[in-house]
């Protein structure tokens, strides 16, 4: 037919031509904005998800997970992820290791830096901001110079215990309040505490090093009281940051807004920063698989890829971001040999501020040699939380104590009686930062209280917090704390009571 039209035709095949090229150029254009500008891709319909993945990022698939009440809750994760995750939500270090591969730089051709994470101080654009960091460098641990004890003519005295004026003078070691022991080298704490009496801890001349670990959300004011706190003892602080919640809701990255703003000062330099850019399948309707990941997480791609130089016998301690060790039980753990493991503390236990008391302390397994973290449980923290002794039962654990006599084994707790190992701010902030919490919970640890639009009133909490009431209920369950007591709150709250009077004082309560 159109043979007998050459004219409309030719006409014809050069109107396709012209609009199929239009076409694919716009597209081309769409996408590259997308890829490189559009950091929040919009929702939409369930029935169009399958298809979705196509529009986002290389790497990227888009996972749909309504729920009863017809809610959109579509997130991002990466493209390999949910076929490398585990029913308990982990993955081995070689699998981690493949993913990797596909989807970050290589870190062969960085450089081991001299005790910090040069990646977070980089500059980058308004558009990344809250994106993990790809070029991520190792940690590089350091020696250290310091000399834990001071001679006095025969005597071998623990420096942090030490009355060195009174000691010179009649040339023994005198000690400290809050210290005992000849050489100056027990605190009360560990008088309090259940270490086998069999033991007899061995005073070193320089310390084992400390590595702290926890995942952060909001609670920067806990985190500026653990620096102060802690100072001069840790030698990295391994900290994890995710761009989603616990419930898959996007977040920006505060810490790593902070660090690039230079916020911690000196101690950013200790910081290893661990960012989490993924939000695991199944972690919407199973919560725990979240909380799991997040610390096993810190083992995996922070521990096992970015730290270098450890040794066997350095202590690593794991917290969560709102429990706080005291100075004193640190001090202990990096300047004696001859210690057990693993050591629980007991942590004085707080709800709102410091100003609600719980009437039961929490007493969670904290510490335990680098050695056990990678022989016995693969670097899976969550082996350390409350799921140890299922390690110690294990051919790694055997062929560990074989490897390593030196480090006993026996359980113990820091910190009983009325002598606590750390404090345990539960939900300290402005009512502010108490409905962030609440809203971006796990779903887990049932009934999840950021479900039900009566709880997330601001109003509400602040009569929670004014009357020391649970969102369970309108019955009080905590008691008023002594402002007097010696462990009130960590020093560095006392030391700045105006600043921080809003969770050291009811804000809401005159008396």
């Known amino acids: 037919y159109f043979q007998q039209y050459d004219y409309y035709n030719n006409n014809m095949k050069k109107y396709f031509y012209c609009s199929f090229g239009f076409v694919f150029i716009c597209s081309i254009i769409i996408y590259v904005y997308l890829y490189f500008f559009e950091t929040d891709f919009p929702k939409l319909p369930s029935q169009l998800i399958e298809n979705y993945h196509k529009l986002l990022p290389h790497g990227y698939v888009a996972v749909h997970s309504g729920d009863d009440k017809g809610v959109d809750n579509t997130f991002n994760v990466p493209l390999e992820q949910p076929t490398h995750l585990s029913k308990n939500s982990t993955r081995s270090s070689k699998q981690l290791q493949q993913f990797r591969k596909k989807t970050e730089l290589s870190n062969?051709?960085?450089?081991?830096?001299?005790?910090?994470?040069?990646?977070?101080?980089?500059?980058?654009?308004?558009?990344?901001?809250?994106?993990?960091?790809?070029?991520?460098?190792?940690?590089?641990?350091?020696?250290?110079e310091e000399s834990l004890v001071k001679q006095i003519d025969s005597h071998s005295c623990l420096t942090e215990g030490t009355n060195f004026q009174i000691s010179i003078s009649i040339r023994k070691c005198v000690c400290l309040s809050g210290w005992k022991g000849p050489q100056c080298n027990i605190p009360n704490i560990i008088l309090s505490s259940t270490l086998p009496t069999t033991i007899t801890p061995i005073l070193r001349q320089a310390p084992r090093r400390v590595i702290n670990a926890f995942p952060i959300n909001i609670e920067f004011e806990l985190l500026q009281a653990r620096f102060h706190e802690l100072s001069g003892l840790v030698d990295?602080?391994?900290?994890?940051?995710?761009?989603?919640?616990?419930?898959?809701?996007?977040?920006?990255?505060?810490?790593?807004?902070?660090?690039?703003?230079?916020?911690?000062?000196?101690?950013?330099?200790?910081?290893?920063?661990?960012?989490?850019?993924?939000?695991?399948?199944?972690?919407?309707?199973?919560?725990?698989?979240?909380?799991?990941?997040?610390?096993?997480?810190?083992?995996?791609?922070?521990?096992?890829?970015?730290?270098?130089?450890?040794?066997?016998?350095?202590?690593?301690?794991?917290?969560?971001?709102?429990?706080?060790?005291?100075?004193?039980?640190?001090?202990?753990?990096?300047?004696?040999?001859?210690?057990?493991?693993?050591?629980?503390?007991r942590y004085k236990t707080t709800t709102f501020g410091f100003f609600w008391g719980n009437k039961h302390a929490s007493q969670l397994p904290t510490a335990a040699p680098m050695a056990y973290m990678r022989d016995v449980i693969n670097y899976k923290c969550n082996g350390l939380r409350g799921l140890y002794r299922q390690g110690l039962q294990t051919a790694a654990f055997a062929a560990f104590k074989q490897s390593f006599p030196e480090l006993p084994v026996s359980a113990w707790v820091a910190g009983i009686g009325l002598s606590y190992g750390g404090w345990h701010c539960s939900w300290c902030s402005r009512i502010e930062g108490i409905l962030s919490k609440l809203v971006s919970a796990p779903n887990c640890d049932f009934p999840r209280w950021g479900g039900y639009p009566e709880k997330r009133d601001l109003g509400y909490i602040r009569n929670l917090v004014a009357k020391g009431v649970w969102f369970a209920g309108e019955q009080q369950v905590y008691v008023a704390a002594n402002p007097a007591s010696i462990d009130y709150a960590p020093g560095y709250f006392m030391q700045h009571k105006k600043e921080f009077s809003y969770i050291l004082y009811n804000p809401y309560n005159s008396t």
């Not at 001299?114 to 960091?133: A, F, L, Y």
């Not at 977040?251 to 910081?271: M, N, S, T, Y």
């Not at 791609?301 to 202590?315: I, V």
Request: hydrophobic share 35%; glycine share 8%; net charge negative.
């Open 108 to 144: 062969e051709t960085g450089i081991a830096n001299r005790g910090t994470s040069d990646d977070i101080n980089r500059q980058v654009s308004v558009d990344e901001k809250n994106h993990c960091p790809n070029n991520v460098e190792v940690f590089q641990l350091l020696d250290s």
């Open 236 to 345: 990295v602080y391994v900290i994890l940051e995710s761009n989603y919640t616990m419930n898959g809701s996007a977040r920006p990255l505060f810490l790593q807004d902070k660090l690039r703003e230079g916020v911690f000062g000196i101690e950013a330099k200790k910081i290893l920063y661990v960012c989490l850019g993924y939000f695991p399948k199944g972690a919407d309707k199973d919560g725990w698989i979240s909380v799991n990941l997040h610390r096993d997480y810190i083992g995996e791609a922070g521990l096992a890829e970015r730290l270098r130089g450890w040794r066997h016998d350095d202590w690593f301690i794991l917290n969560d971001a709102d429990e706080i060790p005291r100075r004193e039980l640190v001090v202990f753990l990096r300047s004696h040999d001859n210690i057990p493991f693993p050591v629980s503390v």
